[in-house]
């Protein structure tokens, strides 16, 4: 890394670099910014010229930032970068835009349907849809593509069970959320595949409205009908937010730690020789990719110094989570993935308010595919060069689009 981290940072405010130079390291930008030690001032080409936006890539200045009230989730603020929910003026709202009281509000409506009690009664059922993908996957032709068998297809069937979201409007909602985090389709196009997404939801709410089903989406219908809240086109963008953060972020870490697994034969054997080993490796995974790098973005409500910078209000703040996640002060070596390191304090499922809400089925997903394939297929190995996989440096969640194994 050293030799990467030689690129100049100007005076003058650089373009926002997004790629990352391979997958195992973050971008050669973030790092010298990182090494300037404060936020940095930078621009960004979806936000128009001139646009002040500030990337903060130090660990406590970006818990700092997901921390403090003062910085605001709130998309509506104008200049906010593009997210998933939405363009700045073309709106369509979720929690993970919202502030405060209202955020908390709406986020309790679910965190009863994330706790940690909850995974574990669906633990079973992950393993059989795991063992099932699986099977269907050694049945098949060699090489096999792990995204489309594997990654994709498991998150994918447990939200939408979790929710209620019949599985065969799968190919619609997956190439939906797909190009909604694609950095190349234009706003038009983003945001065409959301109200697709939302109204393709909506129906499905309305059928459940008429008869609440025993499923997320039906027992939030009930149980906000009983408390007098109960908004049609609020359930909607909820489903919308659940359905696609739960299954393509998932998706990406379960490729991109197997690929890891893969390339460490001896980390795979000592997790196959100790599964109880895994709850520790998957959080250092986590760290590790930090898949969700860009995703915190906020602004700021009134001037406050961060770091050393003085932030002015109105200014948009991205937060480098991949390369905080590498922060010599909180992770030492942290270049190294280390799989017994236990990575607590990790940002790639944020921090605060906003912290990941579906981080607890994530994990268990993750534990469950990674034992499984270390168990089950014990030769399993990349069909190519894994630096040679096709690596999402176009979207806005890092992954791999395909990715051919054989055993
Ligand atoms: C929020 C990452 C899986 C649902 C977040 C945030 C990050 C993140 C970084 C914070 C955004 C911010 O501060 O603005 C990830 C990663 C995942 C993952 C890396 C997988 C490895 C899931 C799953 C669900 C989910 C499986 C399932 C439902 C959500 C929701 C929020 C969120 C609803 C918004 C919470 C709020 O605004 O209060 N996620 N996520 N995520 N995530 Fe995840």
């Not at 909602?173 to 038009?188: C, D, N, Y």
Request: aromatic letters at 6%; a negative charge.
């Amino acid at each position: 890394r050293a030799s990467t981290a030689t690129a100049t940072v100007t005076a003058a405010a650089q373009e926002l670099e997004i790629a990352r130079a391979c997958p195992y390291s973050p971008n050669a930008q973030h790092i010298a910014f990182q090494q300037q030690g404060r936020p940095v001032k930078v621009t960004l080409a979806t936000l128009g010229p001139g646009a002040p936006v500030w990337a903060v890539s130090n660990h406590a200045d970006i818990r700092t930032m997901l921390n403090d009230a003062r910085f605001s989730a709130d998309r509506q603020q104008q200049g906010f970068p593009f997210q998933v929910d939405g363009q700045p003026g073309n709106f369509r709202r979720t929690m993970i835009s919202m502030d405060g009281a209202e955020h908390r509000e709406v986020r309790r409506s679910v965190t009863g349907e994330f706790t940690l009690k909850r995974m574990k009664a669906l633990q079973p059922r992950i393993q059989q849809i795991v063992d099932d993908c699986i099977d269907t996957m050694l049945a098949g032709p060699k090489p096999a593509d792990l995204v489309s068998a594997l990654a994709l297809p498991v998150p994918s069937l447990v939200i939408c069970e979790q929710l209620g979201v019949p599985y065969e409007g799968h190919d619609f909602f997956q190439s939906r959320s797909h190009m909604l985090l694609l950095r190349g389709a234009s706003a038009e196009e983003r945001l065409r595949a959301l109200d697709e997404l939302i109204d393709f939801l909506g129906d499905l709410i309305t059928e459940k409205e008429a008869e609440p089903t025993d499923d997320l989406l039906g027992r939030q219908i009930v149980k906000l009908r009983e408390a007098g809240t109960y908004r049609h086109q609020d359930l909607a963008r909820m489903a919308f937010l659940l359905l696609v953060a739960g299954h393509e972020t998932t998706a990406n870490m379960i490729s991109l730690g197997t690929m890891a697994l893969l390339d460490r034969p001896a980390d795979a054997d000592a997790l196959r020789a100790d599964p109880s080993k895994l709850p520790v490796a998957v959080e250092e995974l986590l760290r590790y990719f930090t898949i969700a790098e860009f995703i915190p973005t906020r602004v700021a409500t009134e001037d406050v110094e961060l770091g050393g910078s003085l932030i002015k209000a109105g200014d948009v703040l991205v937060a480098l989570c991949n390369v905080a996640n590498r922060d010599p002060s909180v992770f030492p070596d942290g270049d190294t993935l280390d799989l017994q390191r236990g990575a607590r304090h990790q940002l790639a499922f944020g921090f605060g308010a906003h912290q990941c809400l579906g981080q607890n089925l994530a994990r268990m997903e993750l534990e469950i595919v990674y034992a499984t394939l270390l168990r089950r297929i014990p030769t399993l190995r990349s069909a190519i060069p894994t630096r040679e996989l096709p690596f999402k440096h176009d979207a806005d969640i890092y992954g791999i689009h395909a990715f051919p194994v054989t055993w």
